[in-house]
């Protein structure tokens, strides 16, 4: 069966349910957990004989022997139940819920499960599909699935720029499910041939991920074992809590994170200034260089702590980031100061699931402590300005991104090439000097030097819909603007 007519079989029975309120989230939810029992099944079966550690009594098949209301009531008791176990397992079960209420629903959906003999697929296939369901799940804008969801094609290019290598640790403190794992996972299996200990330390050691919201940990987990990451036994590659809680106990060789936009953080973070705090629930920071409620700006500073001093960093963050004043300047002048931050992506709008937002990729290399500051120059790639790209009609392909890829030069990026010139004012592809950067108002990084085109031409004028949602898109973007600088009045 192929990933296409795979995904089309699963996600088709979701229109069912919703007439019962169950929603794509939900439904993905409920596959989860039950495609994991099957898997878990398979493994304990045939030519794995593993020991699993799911109890005879809460395994795949105690469902597939019952039916009716019987069905519906083990299946409220198994989730409790396997939620109390340790490791991957509990993780995937934590907090877990049946939403399925309807029990001749639930036997048709475990019926079709059972069908498929998922360990003996291909890992792409089952990866894939997975993949794709969760995709769907994220273009569902109104259950903010989207947020969790970065575009892969976005993921690749920036993997393709970072270039991990094997026996080296990847980290991300806001991982979703699992995207910039996945990637950097296709990247070390497709470049390198990879001997015995390389690929046991891919599996088990490689990934380290944090996720604060326990269904799309469960997701994300999931994600990464039918794609052949972590062991069903062992420790989980991703840990359900704040990643901010504290100061990283271990250090990464690299930080690939696309953090959570939007609202200010309930909590402020103190560092050791002892700045005084107005939330109830603080986290103490003292490798913090500024003390904030903007999530952002506190998940910057602690991706830089978690680098080992040869570790390198690519993060999407919003533009507030680039040029909010007050904390947001020292943070920037701090981040130039400690890291050596080298490129600047400004992605387009209408490419990320939450609708009006304007973001931009920073690469960073870290360092070791020094009197002088690490960034002696800035190169910035502006795929925004003149750029359009909506989810559905023109959606952003790896291919949009070759071109910065090349000038990025990632085999050997001391040996870029700049395009822009006075007699070449329209390259996207220009650098900044350290000096030219001090010397904006507040430090700012929010630079642009190309001509908006956005002139009215009536022979040329984009379809309505585009038209529209580019409304929609700056408007809302206007408004997270005010919403940040409201929020962070009293700072």
């Known amino acids: 069966m192929t990933t296409n007519n795979l995904i089309a079989k699963i996600w088709s029975f979701c229109d069912t349910l919703r007439d019962d309120g169950v929603s794509y989230s939900d439904y993905l939810e409920q596959l989860t957990f039950l495609l994991f029992l099957k898997m878990a099944d398979e493994i304990e079966k045939g030519p794995y004989k593993r020991?699993?550690?799911?109890?005879?009594?809460?395994?795949?098949?105690?469902?597939?022997?019952?039916?009716?209301?019987?069905?519906?009531?083990?299946?409220?008791?198994?989730?409790?139940?396997?939620?109390?176990k340790p490791g991957m397992l509990g993780q995937i079960f934590t907090k877990a819920q049946s939403k399925i209420q309807d029990p001749s629903k639930l036997d048709r959906l475990v019926k079709m499960i059972d069908k498929e003999t998922w360990t003996s697929m291909d890992t792409d296939v089952k990866g894939?599909?997975?993949e794709g369901l969760l995709e769907k799940n994220a273009q569902d804008t109104k259950s903010g699935a989207g947020q969790y969801f970065t575009p892969r094609e976005l993921i690749k290019a920036m993997v393709e720029?970072?270039?991990?290598?094997?026996?080296?640790?990847?980290?991300?403190?806001?991982?979703?499910?699992?995207?910039?794992?996945?990637a950097a996972y296709n990247f070390l299996t497709k470049n390198y041939k990879l001997d015995k200990e390389q690929a046991k330390f891919l599996k088990e050691k490689t990934f380290h991920g944090w996720e604060i919201v326990a269904s799309t940990a469960r997701m994300a987990l999931m994600n990464l074992f039918l794609h052949n990451i972590g062991d069903i036994n062992s420790e989980p590659p991703i840990k359900r809590e704040d990643s901010l809680l504290s100061k990283p106990s271990k250090l990464f060789d690299y930080v690939l994170a696309n953090p959570p936009f939007g609202k200010k953080s309930s909590i402020t973070i103190t560092n050791e200034e002892g700045k005084d705090v107005k939330e109830n629930l603080t986290y103490n920071r003292n490798?913090?260089?500024?003390?904030?409620?903007?999530k952002q700006l506190n998940f910057l500073q602690h991706i830089v702590s978690m680098l080992k001093t040869s570790g390198k960093a690519a993060v999407v963050l919003p533009d507030n980031v680039l040029f909010e004043g007050g904390v947001g300047e020292t943070v920037r002048k701090k981040l130039m100061e400690k890291v050596d931050l080298h490129t600047i992506l400004r992605l387009p709008t209408g490419i990320f699931y939450a609708q009006g937002v304007k973001a931009n990729v920073l690469f960073f290399d870290a360092k070791s402590a020094a009197k002088e500051p690490w960034t002696k120059e800035v190169w910035i790639y502006d795929y925004r300005t003149n750029i359009r790209h909506t989810l559905k009609k023109n959606p952003l392909k790896y291919e949009n991104l070759k071109e910065f890829i090349e000038c990025f030069n990632p085999e050997n990026r001391h040996e870029r090439k700049e395009t822009w010139s006075e007699e070449n004012?329209?390259?996207?592809?220009r650098k900044y000097t350290y000096n030219e950067i001090i010397a904006r108002d507040k430090t700012s990084?929010?630079?642009f030097w190309l001509q908006d085109e956005n002139v009215i031409d009536l022979d040329n004028l984009p379809e309505p819909d585009i038209i529209a949602q580019e409304i929609i898109e700056n408007i809302e973007s206007a408004l997270e603007s005010f919403k940040e600088i409201a929020n962070n009045i009293d700072e």
């Open 161 to 182: 720029c970072v270039r991990p290598e094997p026996m080296k640790t990847i980290a991300d403190p806001a991982c979703g499910t699992g995207g910039f794992f996945l």
């Open 51 to 84: 020991d699993i550690g799911i109890p005879k009594e809460y395994n795949w098949e105690s469902l597939t022997a019952k039916s009716g209301a019987q069905l519906e009531a083990h299946y409220v008791t198994l989730l409790r139940e396997l939620g109390k």
């Open 425 to 429: 004012p329209n390259s996207r592809w």
């Open 287 to 294: 490798d913090f260089w500024v003390t904030t409620t903007n």
């Open 445 to 447: 990084l929010d630079i």
């Open 128 to 130: 894939d599909m997975y």
